[in-house]
């Protein structure tokens, strides 16, 4: 019998999520894999499990069902329209496995009992494995007053310590889990946290996904850069709606967003003007439109532009990466990788451990360690 | 004393030459070389000749003096103000390189005239080495009816058998130059031609620089490619002006430009849907802007596009590659390499003897070759 | 009881036809008139005919059911998903007024036999009035050799004197019909034509709705007119698929629409510089995307640049310039206008009888109209 | 002897002042006067003044002579080279003419040292009028305490009690000046300024010129209101640098520039979501890029989207239209208009005293009141 492997989810029933779960169902019915990037060739024989191996659940604090939110998905064009007929039976199955949030009392104990949920989870399942992976709305940052696992471990007796992130990091790790943050919040950035991961023999990667404007950013900036093009200037305003959209309404949502995305630009081109917009407007829905302007120099200092309009579905680009990250988070559960997994930066805005942001040299480091065994 | 280098360049009066040449000269002046990859720090150490040892001349059909088209070119905003007065002997010095094109006869006593004419700037100028470059006017596509060299040495007796630019690479070889090509005309393409540089142990490489357009396409097209992103359509529409955009008004010249263009994306990506338009409007001068419009999928079939618009001045991006591959060539020279320069890549809409498009790639690969002595 | 008003539509199940008829039947189901233009407040008590006294029918060569292409509309995202379940009576009553284009034999048999059909959906449907609107695909230009009615009745006798489209005027005018062509085919072009209208004391209007590109130029030229600066180059590429797009990729079609496009901006701002291009893309199925790029000049000869891009969806775009047609045609039937109808340029291309081709100017110029009474 | 009119300008040696007086002379020595909307031949045989008539001074606080200013715009691009060469006796004479604004004190006796300023710049040119224009930089908002002239008649022996451009308002009132504001500060926002200008019995106009993004929304927005397409979403990112790039940087600054921005978009449309951004970015020079994003739906509620890319230069931009005000405020002097200029409106994104935004509208009104005498 093969082995399944569990694909737990911080935000569950969110856009991410819900899309994720969909799709995952929906390629079990033969829509092909497009955007989901361990499927291609490249990537065939490296021992990655089969994509219908994974199995899904999670955390979340609301409790709309998973089919109301593909409905919602489907009407705004997310998901395709009879879609949801098809996979009426998978997304009963994931709705099972979603387990309502606790809240409040001192955080060692909410660890305890979410560790316990994960737990829970692989044994019903009968799962080998799970990964946790974080695709809920973006906190914004916080500052954990701790810096080692031993002085976490006891200011955990009290509450508001750790955001929500890093509680469900803490979770995972408990549980025996990979942990992988899709977004920018503070999860596995306190030094502390990272030393709890260590000290349980267990990976961790992110973080903040790069689906869209600064996936684009990570190969035009290494053009300019190749070619000896001084860039002087860097401007960006994204739109977008949608749930993801009301959450970066909130500048101090905004700001932790805005922090991952400028991070690469600069360690790509050194210092360069221009701000990054990220605006909240309602009737974009699930859609998002960025648009960027660079203006550079060509010989002699002649000013040139460049303008870029990307119009994307965040959902839809991040959901197959989501499958990808759990694939290959598995597969450095398998090889006993322990602590930060850089190799996994081609998927990210802000990599951990890593300073490179070059997505084609990205893109060779992951092929290379996929295939490293 | 340092040694000196020569380049040799078809088309010395046009846009692109004259930009190189007075840029050139203003780098010895000072100005910081902007465009030029030769002399990223990576670069460095690596055997190739400083810049200031290059020394120009050229064939050209016109008789317009330098200084003339320097004055043309920076009321176009191409050259920076003040500049001629800066390089008004530099300029003098290539105008006494320049040779006004022969015409007419039999193509072998052609390639003969023009071969002893390379020589004979070699000689004066004490160079230790000569690089031809062809920066002419894009030609239309042309039928060469012979498959070798030997064919070749024979049919040159009657005139037309050749295409100006093929007479140009065969005058470039009789004088033991190296010979590289900046356009899409037919020059090296023909089979016979080659075999020609081969006997006399020469390097040759090109074809189409890529400077504006096609150069974005190459970063664009591997993310779509790395990311699983099918491309349905990609639909591109350049605007120029100038001498290069009226000679593309012709659509037999036209012609030439869009298969090299084209290659590219379908060795990249596959068959893709979408035309490229190439406008002559004259109002737009020296500039030129591209606007592309790529149709992709997301995961499940969602449509998303991604549009960019660049706004660049050809000849100013152009002739700091003209300064790169006339020392690359050198390099090649010294190292005694003969045939293609496949690992000029990096530099070409129409990489010949490679089907490697992808920018990222091409750099790589062109650094190795030129770290590799 | 209420009068009704027949619409009968040369081309009844093609895109436009479909969304017109759908999109009518929404409306009496309470989805609000968007681009409704005669639903605006300032036409509101000018004896315009209300929406729900419209009743359809017409002429086309294919028999696929309205109900199946509605379904296609649907799937890409022209209609609203769902609509489809709330309109299937008024689809039934629809289809059973459109007959299938009868073919060959003289020309002045089958415009009889089609007056006879319009004639029968009149008396069937107990209409007050018939108002005939082609929204067949684009035909080539066509020369028509005869300059008088009277010659063109003898004309009639043989096969081919006419194009379809005009061949569907003269049906319409012979059923006492008001005529609007909707496409820039040749239908009313022809003097024979016009006077055969006169003649029969009908008004007839036309040529090409403005939907999109045109649309917007035809409020940003008047800008720079207003504003006093000389534009040098307007350039602007058009991307579309579906059944447009194919017929448009025929040369011939492309041409009777670029001839129609390129009018207005002739007559707005001079001879100015820059192509426009249609190109089919299959995949952009039912949407088209427009970029413009303008070339002015501000203060002192400064060279300045306006770029827009239009993603619409044409026949959603279309669908209710139809309906405001229709409403305005049944008006001028009831006032006794006789000949063409310059007052409806707004929503043209290439506005009958009319140089006027600026939008506000349009706009006032219909408003006055609608309320002359 | 013709009679000749002064122009007296707050913010003498900025851009838009230099730009104006070193284009004005241009205009003599026959460069074509493209943006100046009064030279249309639609404004010929108004009674408007020559452009020739007109004569420059001003106030500043900087010293930086006009020559020097001139000389940074010609390198920037602004004006062409080769100008300030010709224009060598004008600048000279415009010089003389510009007084350093005197500092400190009781607001009433500054009041009194300007329009002294201006009474001797007329006395000294022979100046038949004097029509007073504010180009200075954009001021924060301010809050004016007093709400009657008589009010603050008493208030100006305090300091501070106004804004530089209110007192700039007064100085040109008392000295029997014309007024208009070209920027968005608060100068004749005031009741009590109004109510003073109206005792002299003089006219003033504003605010905020239109030059680049406002002005195409404004031709924009009545597109969508005249087609019946709703528009849900208005969203815009302006970038430049300069001066007037640093002065908006400060965000107090913008605020006056965003709030007047804001105003047509809303009154023509009605409640639309998205935010405008103004960002400062210092490589841009003299240039700014706007672009807009417009989302809105069609027939039955199909969404689509209008995106534009501005380019241009503002200076370049703003100073025919400073010679357009110059002509008409003189104008307005003559026929002993008093009060509020609201035929104006053609000029500005907050036009005093009036609603109407729609750009061809407001051009018919400017084109009735000067043509109605």
């Given at each position: 019998m093969t082995r399944r492997v569990g694909v737990w989810l911080f935000g569950a029933r969110g856009s991410v999520a819900t899309t994720t779960i969909a799709g995952a169902a929906a390629l079990h019915h033969g829509i092909p894999p497009a955007g989901v990037v361990t499927e291609l060739p490249a990537f065939a024989g490296?021992?990655?499990?089969?994509?219908?191996?994974l199995v899904f659940g999670g955390h979340d604090v609301v409790e709309t069902p998973l089919a109301k939110q593909v409905e919602r998905l489907t009407s705004g064009g997310v998901l395709p329209p009879g879609l949801d007929r098809l996979i009426t039976a998978d997304l009963a199955e994931a709705e099972r496995n979603i387990v309502v949030l606790p809240a409040g009392g001192p955080q060692n104990e909410l660890i305890?009992?979410?560790?316990?949920d994960i737990r829970a989870f692989r044994l019903r399942n009968d799962l080998s494995q799970v990964v946790a992976i974080n695709v809920a709305s973006t906190e914004a940052p916080y500052d954990v007053p701790v810096t080692s696992a031993a002085e976490l471990r006891e200011a955990l007796a009290l509450p508001d310590v750790l955001p929500a992130s890093s509680v469900g990091a803490l979770a995972a790790f408990e549980a025996g889990a990979a942990y992988v943050d899709f977004t920018p919040s503070t999860s596995i950035r306190p030094a502390a946290v990272r030393e709890w991961a260590v000290e349980k023999g267990l990976p961790y990667g992110g973080q903040d996904a790069k689906t869209g404007e600064t996936l684009v950013k990570s190969v035009l900036a290494p053009m300019f850069a190749a070619r000896a093009l001084p860039v002087h200037a860097w401007s960006g305003t994204n739109l977008l709606g949608g749930g993801d959209g009301a959450t970066l309404a909130d500048p101090r949502a905004a700001e932790s967003k805005s922090i991952s995305k400028e991070r690469g630009l600069a360690e790509m081109l050194g210092e360069v003007a221009g701000d990054v917009h990220i605006d909240y407007v309602d009737p974009m829905g699930d859609w998002k439109t960025a648009w960027d302007h660079v203006?550079?120099?060509g010989f002699l200092g002649v000013r040139m532009t460049l303008q870029f309009t990307w119009q994307g579905c965040d959902s839809a680009l991040a959901a197959p990466l989501v499958l990808d990250?759990?694939?290959?988070?598995?597969l450095a559960l398998d090889r006993g990788h322990v602590g930060a997994m850089p190799f996994l930066g081609f998927y990210f805005k802000d990599p951990i451990e890593s300073t490179e942001h070059a997505l084609p040299r990205q893109y060779d480091e992951l092929l290379r360690w996929t295939r490293s065994c």
């Open positions: 490296t021992g990655l499990i089969p994509l219908d191996a305890g009992r979410m560790a316990e203006l550079f120099s990250l759990a694939r290959l988070s598995a």
